[in-house]
């Protein structure tokens, strides 16, 4: 046993079924600055402790594991995101804001809503926005080449985003700087009511009221992912209703997330001079080394997921109406699946990371991700031929999020190719 880790029989009177293993009892608080700021050896503590384990500061159930973090994300039936895929446990206490019709629900009602918006962000959509999206991206990455060094987050993966994603979108232009602080109060919102939740929400009455505004028909323009979604309002699909939540959906998961993969894609890149001598030789590795990064520092750390009946993970019996937290950035370091885990490897076969998830709740907007990291990454690519970390990134903690608010880098310009 590792040191810090007891063990029980978990909670509960034991029932027939599989033999119980022994759960380890582990009291680290996930969701502390010191947790967030440094997560790795922690979740290596809580990944060899075993396969679930009881965090008893919270009274909830955890998994760091590879496998069954796929199994729970995939056996929705047995774990329910209806109760909230935060630690607040929707049945108990009131959510912060009107549940997500596609992430806090579950089938029957998820489905519908679901599909829409899979065709909403099509492989043919997406493509779509490939031009726009990659002249952005020249723009902005060849006038920060030229400057030679720069803050690869607070000027390049907050701006990116930013410039190409509420376009998309057709967004007013009006109040777009309450876009980000939006996303840190959804994802801060999935944790625990502590320092960083209560920094989050400051200002929440005035941003949900825009948010609220710019999910109406008539503030979106003509031609954007937004109408899209309402035109399916008019093919009685969905209700109106549906549709206003569908577009926060995207105002919700569309613009921290992206912010925080392409820091930290950035950040890790530099930090690997070698991974990035490969990419700038070979461009067309910018995909592969965009994929490689969300499973080496996953932008959305954890999700929960609430037991709808008495069920066996990994030989440990969970009671029904429990909440597990699900690590997929510690599963996306298993050494169980992956060789050398804690290695960035460009050119490594990512499939089966669960940085967007897995199952019927995985990233809906994933397409449009990678084409923002792949536009990005390729244009530095070709113009710069090294990288290099002038300072040490500083981490932006956040309950779920994992990043970094600054990751000061120097770039070595290259000859411009390949265009
Ligand atoms: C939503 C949503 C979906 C995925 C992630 C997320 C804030 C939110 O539907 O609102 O994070």
Same mark, same amino acid.
């Given at each position: 046993?590792t ?16 033999? #119980?293993? #022994? ?6 608080? #996930? ?22 384990v009881w ?10 594991r ?8 995939t ?45 909403? !962000? ?21 006038? !920060? ?21 509420p376009d ?9 700087e ?24 400051a ?9 609220n ?7 979106l323009?003509?031609g954007?992912?937004g ?8 093919t ?13 959906? !995207?105002?919700?998961a ?6 925080? =993969?392409?820091?930290?894609?950035? =950040? ?9 001598a490969?990419?700038h030789?070979?461009?067309?590795l =910018? ?15 954890t ?25 997929l ?20 076969r ?7 998830g ?12 990678? !084409? ?5 990454l ?11 970390p ?6 932006r903690p ?8 600054? +990751? ?5 310009? +290259? ?5």
């Amino acid at each position: 046993m590792t040191s810090g880790a007891t063990t029980s029989s978990g909670p509960g009177p034991s029932v027939p079924g599989p033999v #119980p293993v #022994p759960v380890p009892v582990l009291d680290d608080d #996930p969701f502390s600055v010191s947790f967030l700021a440094d997560p790795y050896p922690r979740h290596e503590r809580m990944r060899e402790a075993g396969p679930v384990v009881w965090l008893s500061h919270y009274g909830i159930w955890a998994s760091a594991r590879h496998e069954q973090v796929v199994t729970a994300l995939t056996d929705w039936r047995a774990f329910s995101s209806a109760s909230g895929v935060g630690l607040a446990d929707f049945r108990k206490e009131k959510p912060w804001r009107v549940p997500s019709l596609l992430l806090e629900a579950d089938p029957p009602d998820h489905t519908r809503v679901r599909e829409v918006m899979t065709e909403v !962000l099509s492989s043919r959509r997406v493509r779509g926005l490939r031009e726009e999206f990659a002249a952005v991206a020249e723009s902005l990455v060849g006038d !920060l080449v030229e400057r030679g060094t720069f803050d690869a987050v607070r000027d390049l993966a907050e701006v990116f985003p930013l410039r190409v994603f509420p376009d998309a979108l057709g967004l007013p232009e009006e109040g777009r700087e309450n876009l980000m602080p939006y996303g840190g109060m959804a994802f801060n919102g999935f944790g625990p009511r502590n320092d960083l939740f209560h920094e989050a929400m400051a200002d929440a009455p005035r941003i949900q009221e825009w948010i609220n505004e710019s999910c109406r028909r008539e503030n979106l323009a003509a031609g954007g992912l937004g109408q899209d979604i309402w035109a399916f309002a008019d093919t009685g699909r969905i209700t109106p209703e549906q549709a206003a939540m569908l577009v926060r959906s !995207l105002l919700s998961a569309g613009i921290d997330t992206t912010v925080y =993969a392409i820091g930290n894609a950035l =950040a890790a890149l530099a930090a690997h001079p070698g991974q990035w001598a490969r990419v700038h030789e070979n461009p067309a590795l =910018a995909k592969l080394a965009f994929e490689e990064a969300i499973r080496f520092e996953s932008p959305v750390q954890t999700f929960f997921r609430t037991t709808t009946r008495a069920v066996d993970l990994g030989g440990v019996r969970i009671g029904p109406g429990e909440k597990i937290l699900l690590f997929l950035g510690a599963a996306n370091r298993d050494p169980r699946k992956w060789i050398n885990p804690h290695t960035l490897d460009v050119t490594r076969r990512t499939a089966g990371h669960v940085g967007f998830g897995t199952g019927i709740h995985a990233c809906v907007g994933q397409q449009v991700a990678r !084409l923002e990291g792949d536009v990005v990454l390729t244009a530095l690519a070709r113009r710069a031929a090294m990288l290099s970390p002038t300072a040490a990134p500083e981490p932006r903690p956040n309950n779920t999020l994992r990043g970094f608010s600054s +990751a000061p880098i120097r770039v070595e310009k +290259a000859a411009v190719r390949g265009r």
